[in-house]
């Protein structure tokens, strides 16, 4: 069955007859749930099955962001809460085996979490590395300021959705960490000379280059592309993205309707697969926005397609696990760390 290049949200915790109607119409690749998709897990689960029988693809992949700390759409009190990432940062600062540990053990508890729920995609891990003075958007998400550290543990959040059936999106490529200001709201533009980024934001995503799908930054690096943010410019998605940093898997764009991005959907729809993205996202639930975004999408095709099939095939099954006993290491780490 052929679907469209595009992942997207719905407005609320189930199915309207037009959602439904659009969604069998346009076959969206993906779908993407938030606070508003969530009341109980039976709710939430009967949601999912739906979505996918309304796609006509039992593997569509639903996605979530689901990190923990601040950036967490389960939640009590059905879910439990789970740290953000700076305390995976600090507990390695002390012992790097303890650190990686407790990123690994939260986000293998989370897989679970998500996988009873027929979710299959986590929007994590983070490589971003903030810098001092940057917009707080990202802030305690992140897993340090030096890029050696922050791929490990990345790699070891990688591992521990991997281990429970759950599929990674690397964010924000190529960095959102030195922004000065929320994406979600305005342009951020960084000055900051492309040696230096080379050396600290790159570096951070290189080592994680072969995780099967990464988002976009909302995010202008002037020293690379005066004009565009990373979704829409041609010339980082090239040269940086799948040139120096070498990320070769489905590369999609952050949300089309931040305020971010100029122009109207449709445009913004349209930019963002000429620059290079494999697939657009949209998140808010609005349907009149779905729908241009659809009528400017086009079916996956190409190494696009090719890219989402071995992402979707790179996803393997769920490993036992004992999860009172995963839950009480992870608990007694973190009071260990006076958490």
Known sequence: MKRRAFITGIAGPELSADERTFIQATRPWGFILFKRNIETPEQVGGLVAE?????????APVLIDQEGGRVQRLGPPHWPVYPPGALFSALYDVDPAIGLRAARLSARLI???LSELGISVDCLPLADVPV???????????????PPKVA??????????????????????????RATADSHLRLPTVDTPRQELEKT????????SDLPMAMTAHVVFSALDPVHPTTTSATII??????????????MSDDVSMD????????????????????????????EEMREVAAWTPELS??????????????????????????????????????
């Open 51 to 59: 979505l996918k029988k309304c796609a006509g693809r039992s593997d």
């Open 111 to 113: 897989a679970a979490d």
């Open 132 to 146: 001092a003075g940057a917009n707080a958007v990202i802030g305690n998400r992140a897993y340090g300021t030096e």
């Open 152 to 177: 490990a543990i990345a790699r070891a959040v990688t591992e521990g959705l991997a281990e429970g059936g759950i599929l990674p999106v690397l964010k924000h490529i190529p960095g959102h960490g």
């Open 201 to 208: 934001d790159f570096a951070a995503f290189q080592p994680l």
């Open 238 to 251: 090239s040269q940086v993205i799948r040139g120096a940093i070498g990320f070769q898997g489905l590369l």
């Open 260 to 287: 971010a991005l100029s122009g109207s959907i449709g445009e913004r729809t349209k930019a963002i697969f000429a620059a290079g993205c494999d697939v657009v996202l949209h998140c808010n639930g609005d349907l």
């Open 302 to 339: 190409g190494k696009a397609l090719q890219r989402a099939e071995q992402a979707l095939a790179s996803r393997g099954n769920a490993q036992p696990l004992d999860r009172g006993a995963a839950r009480a290491e992870l608990e007694a780490i973190m009071n260990s760390a006076g958490t």
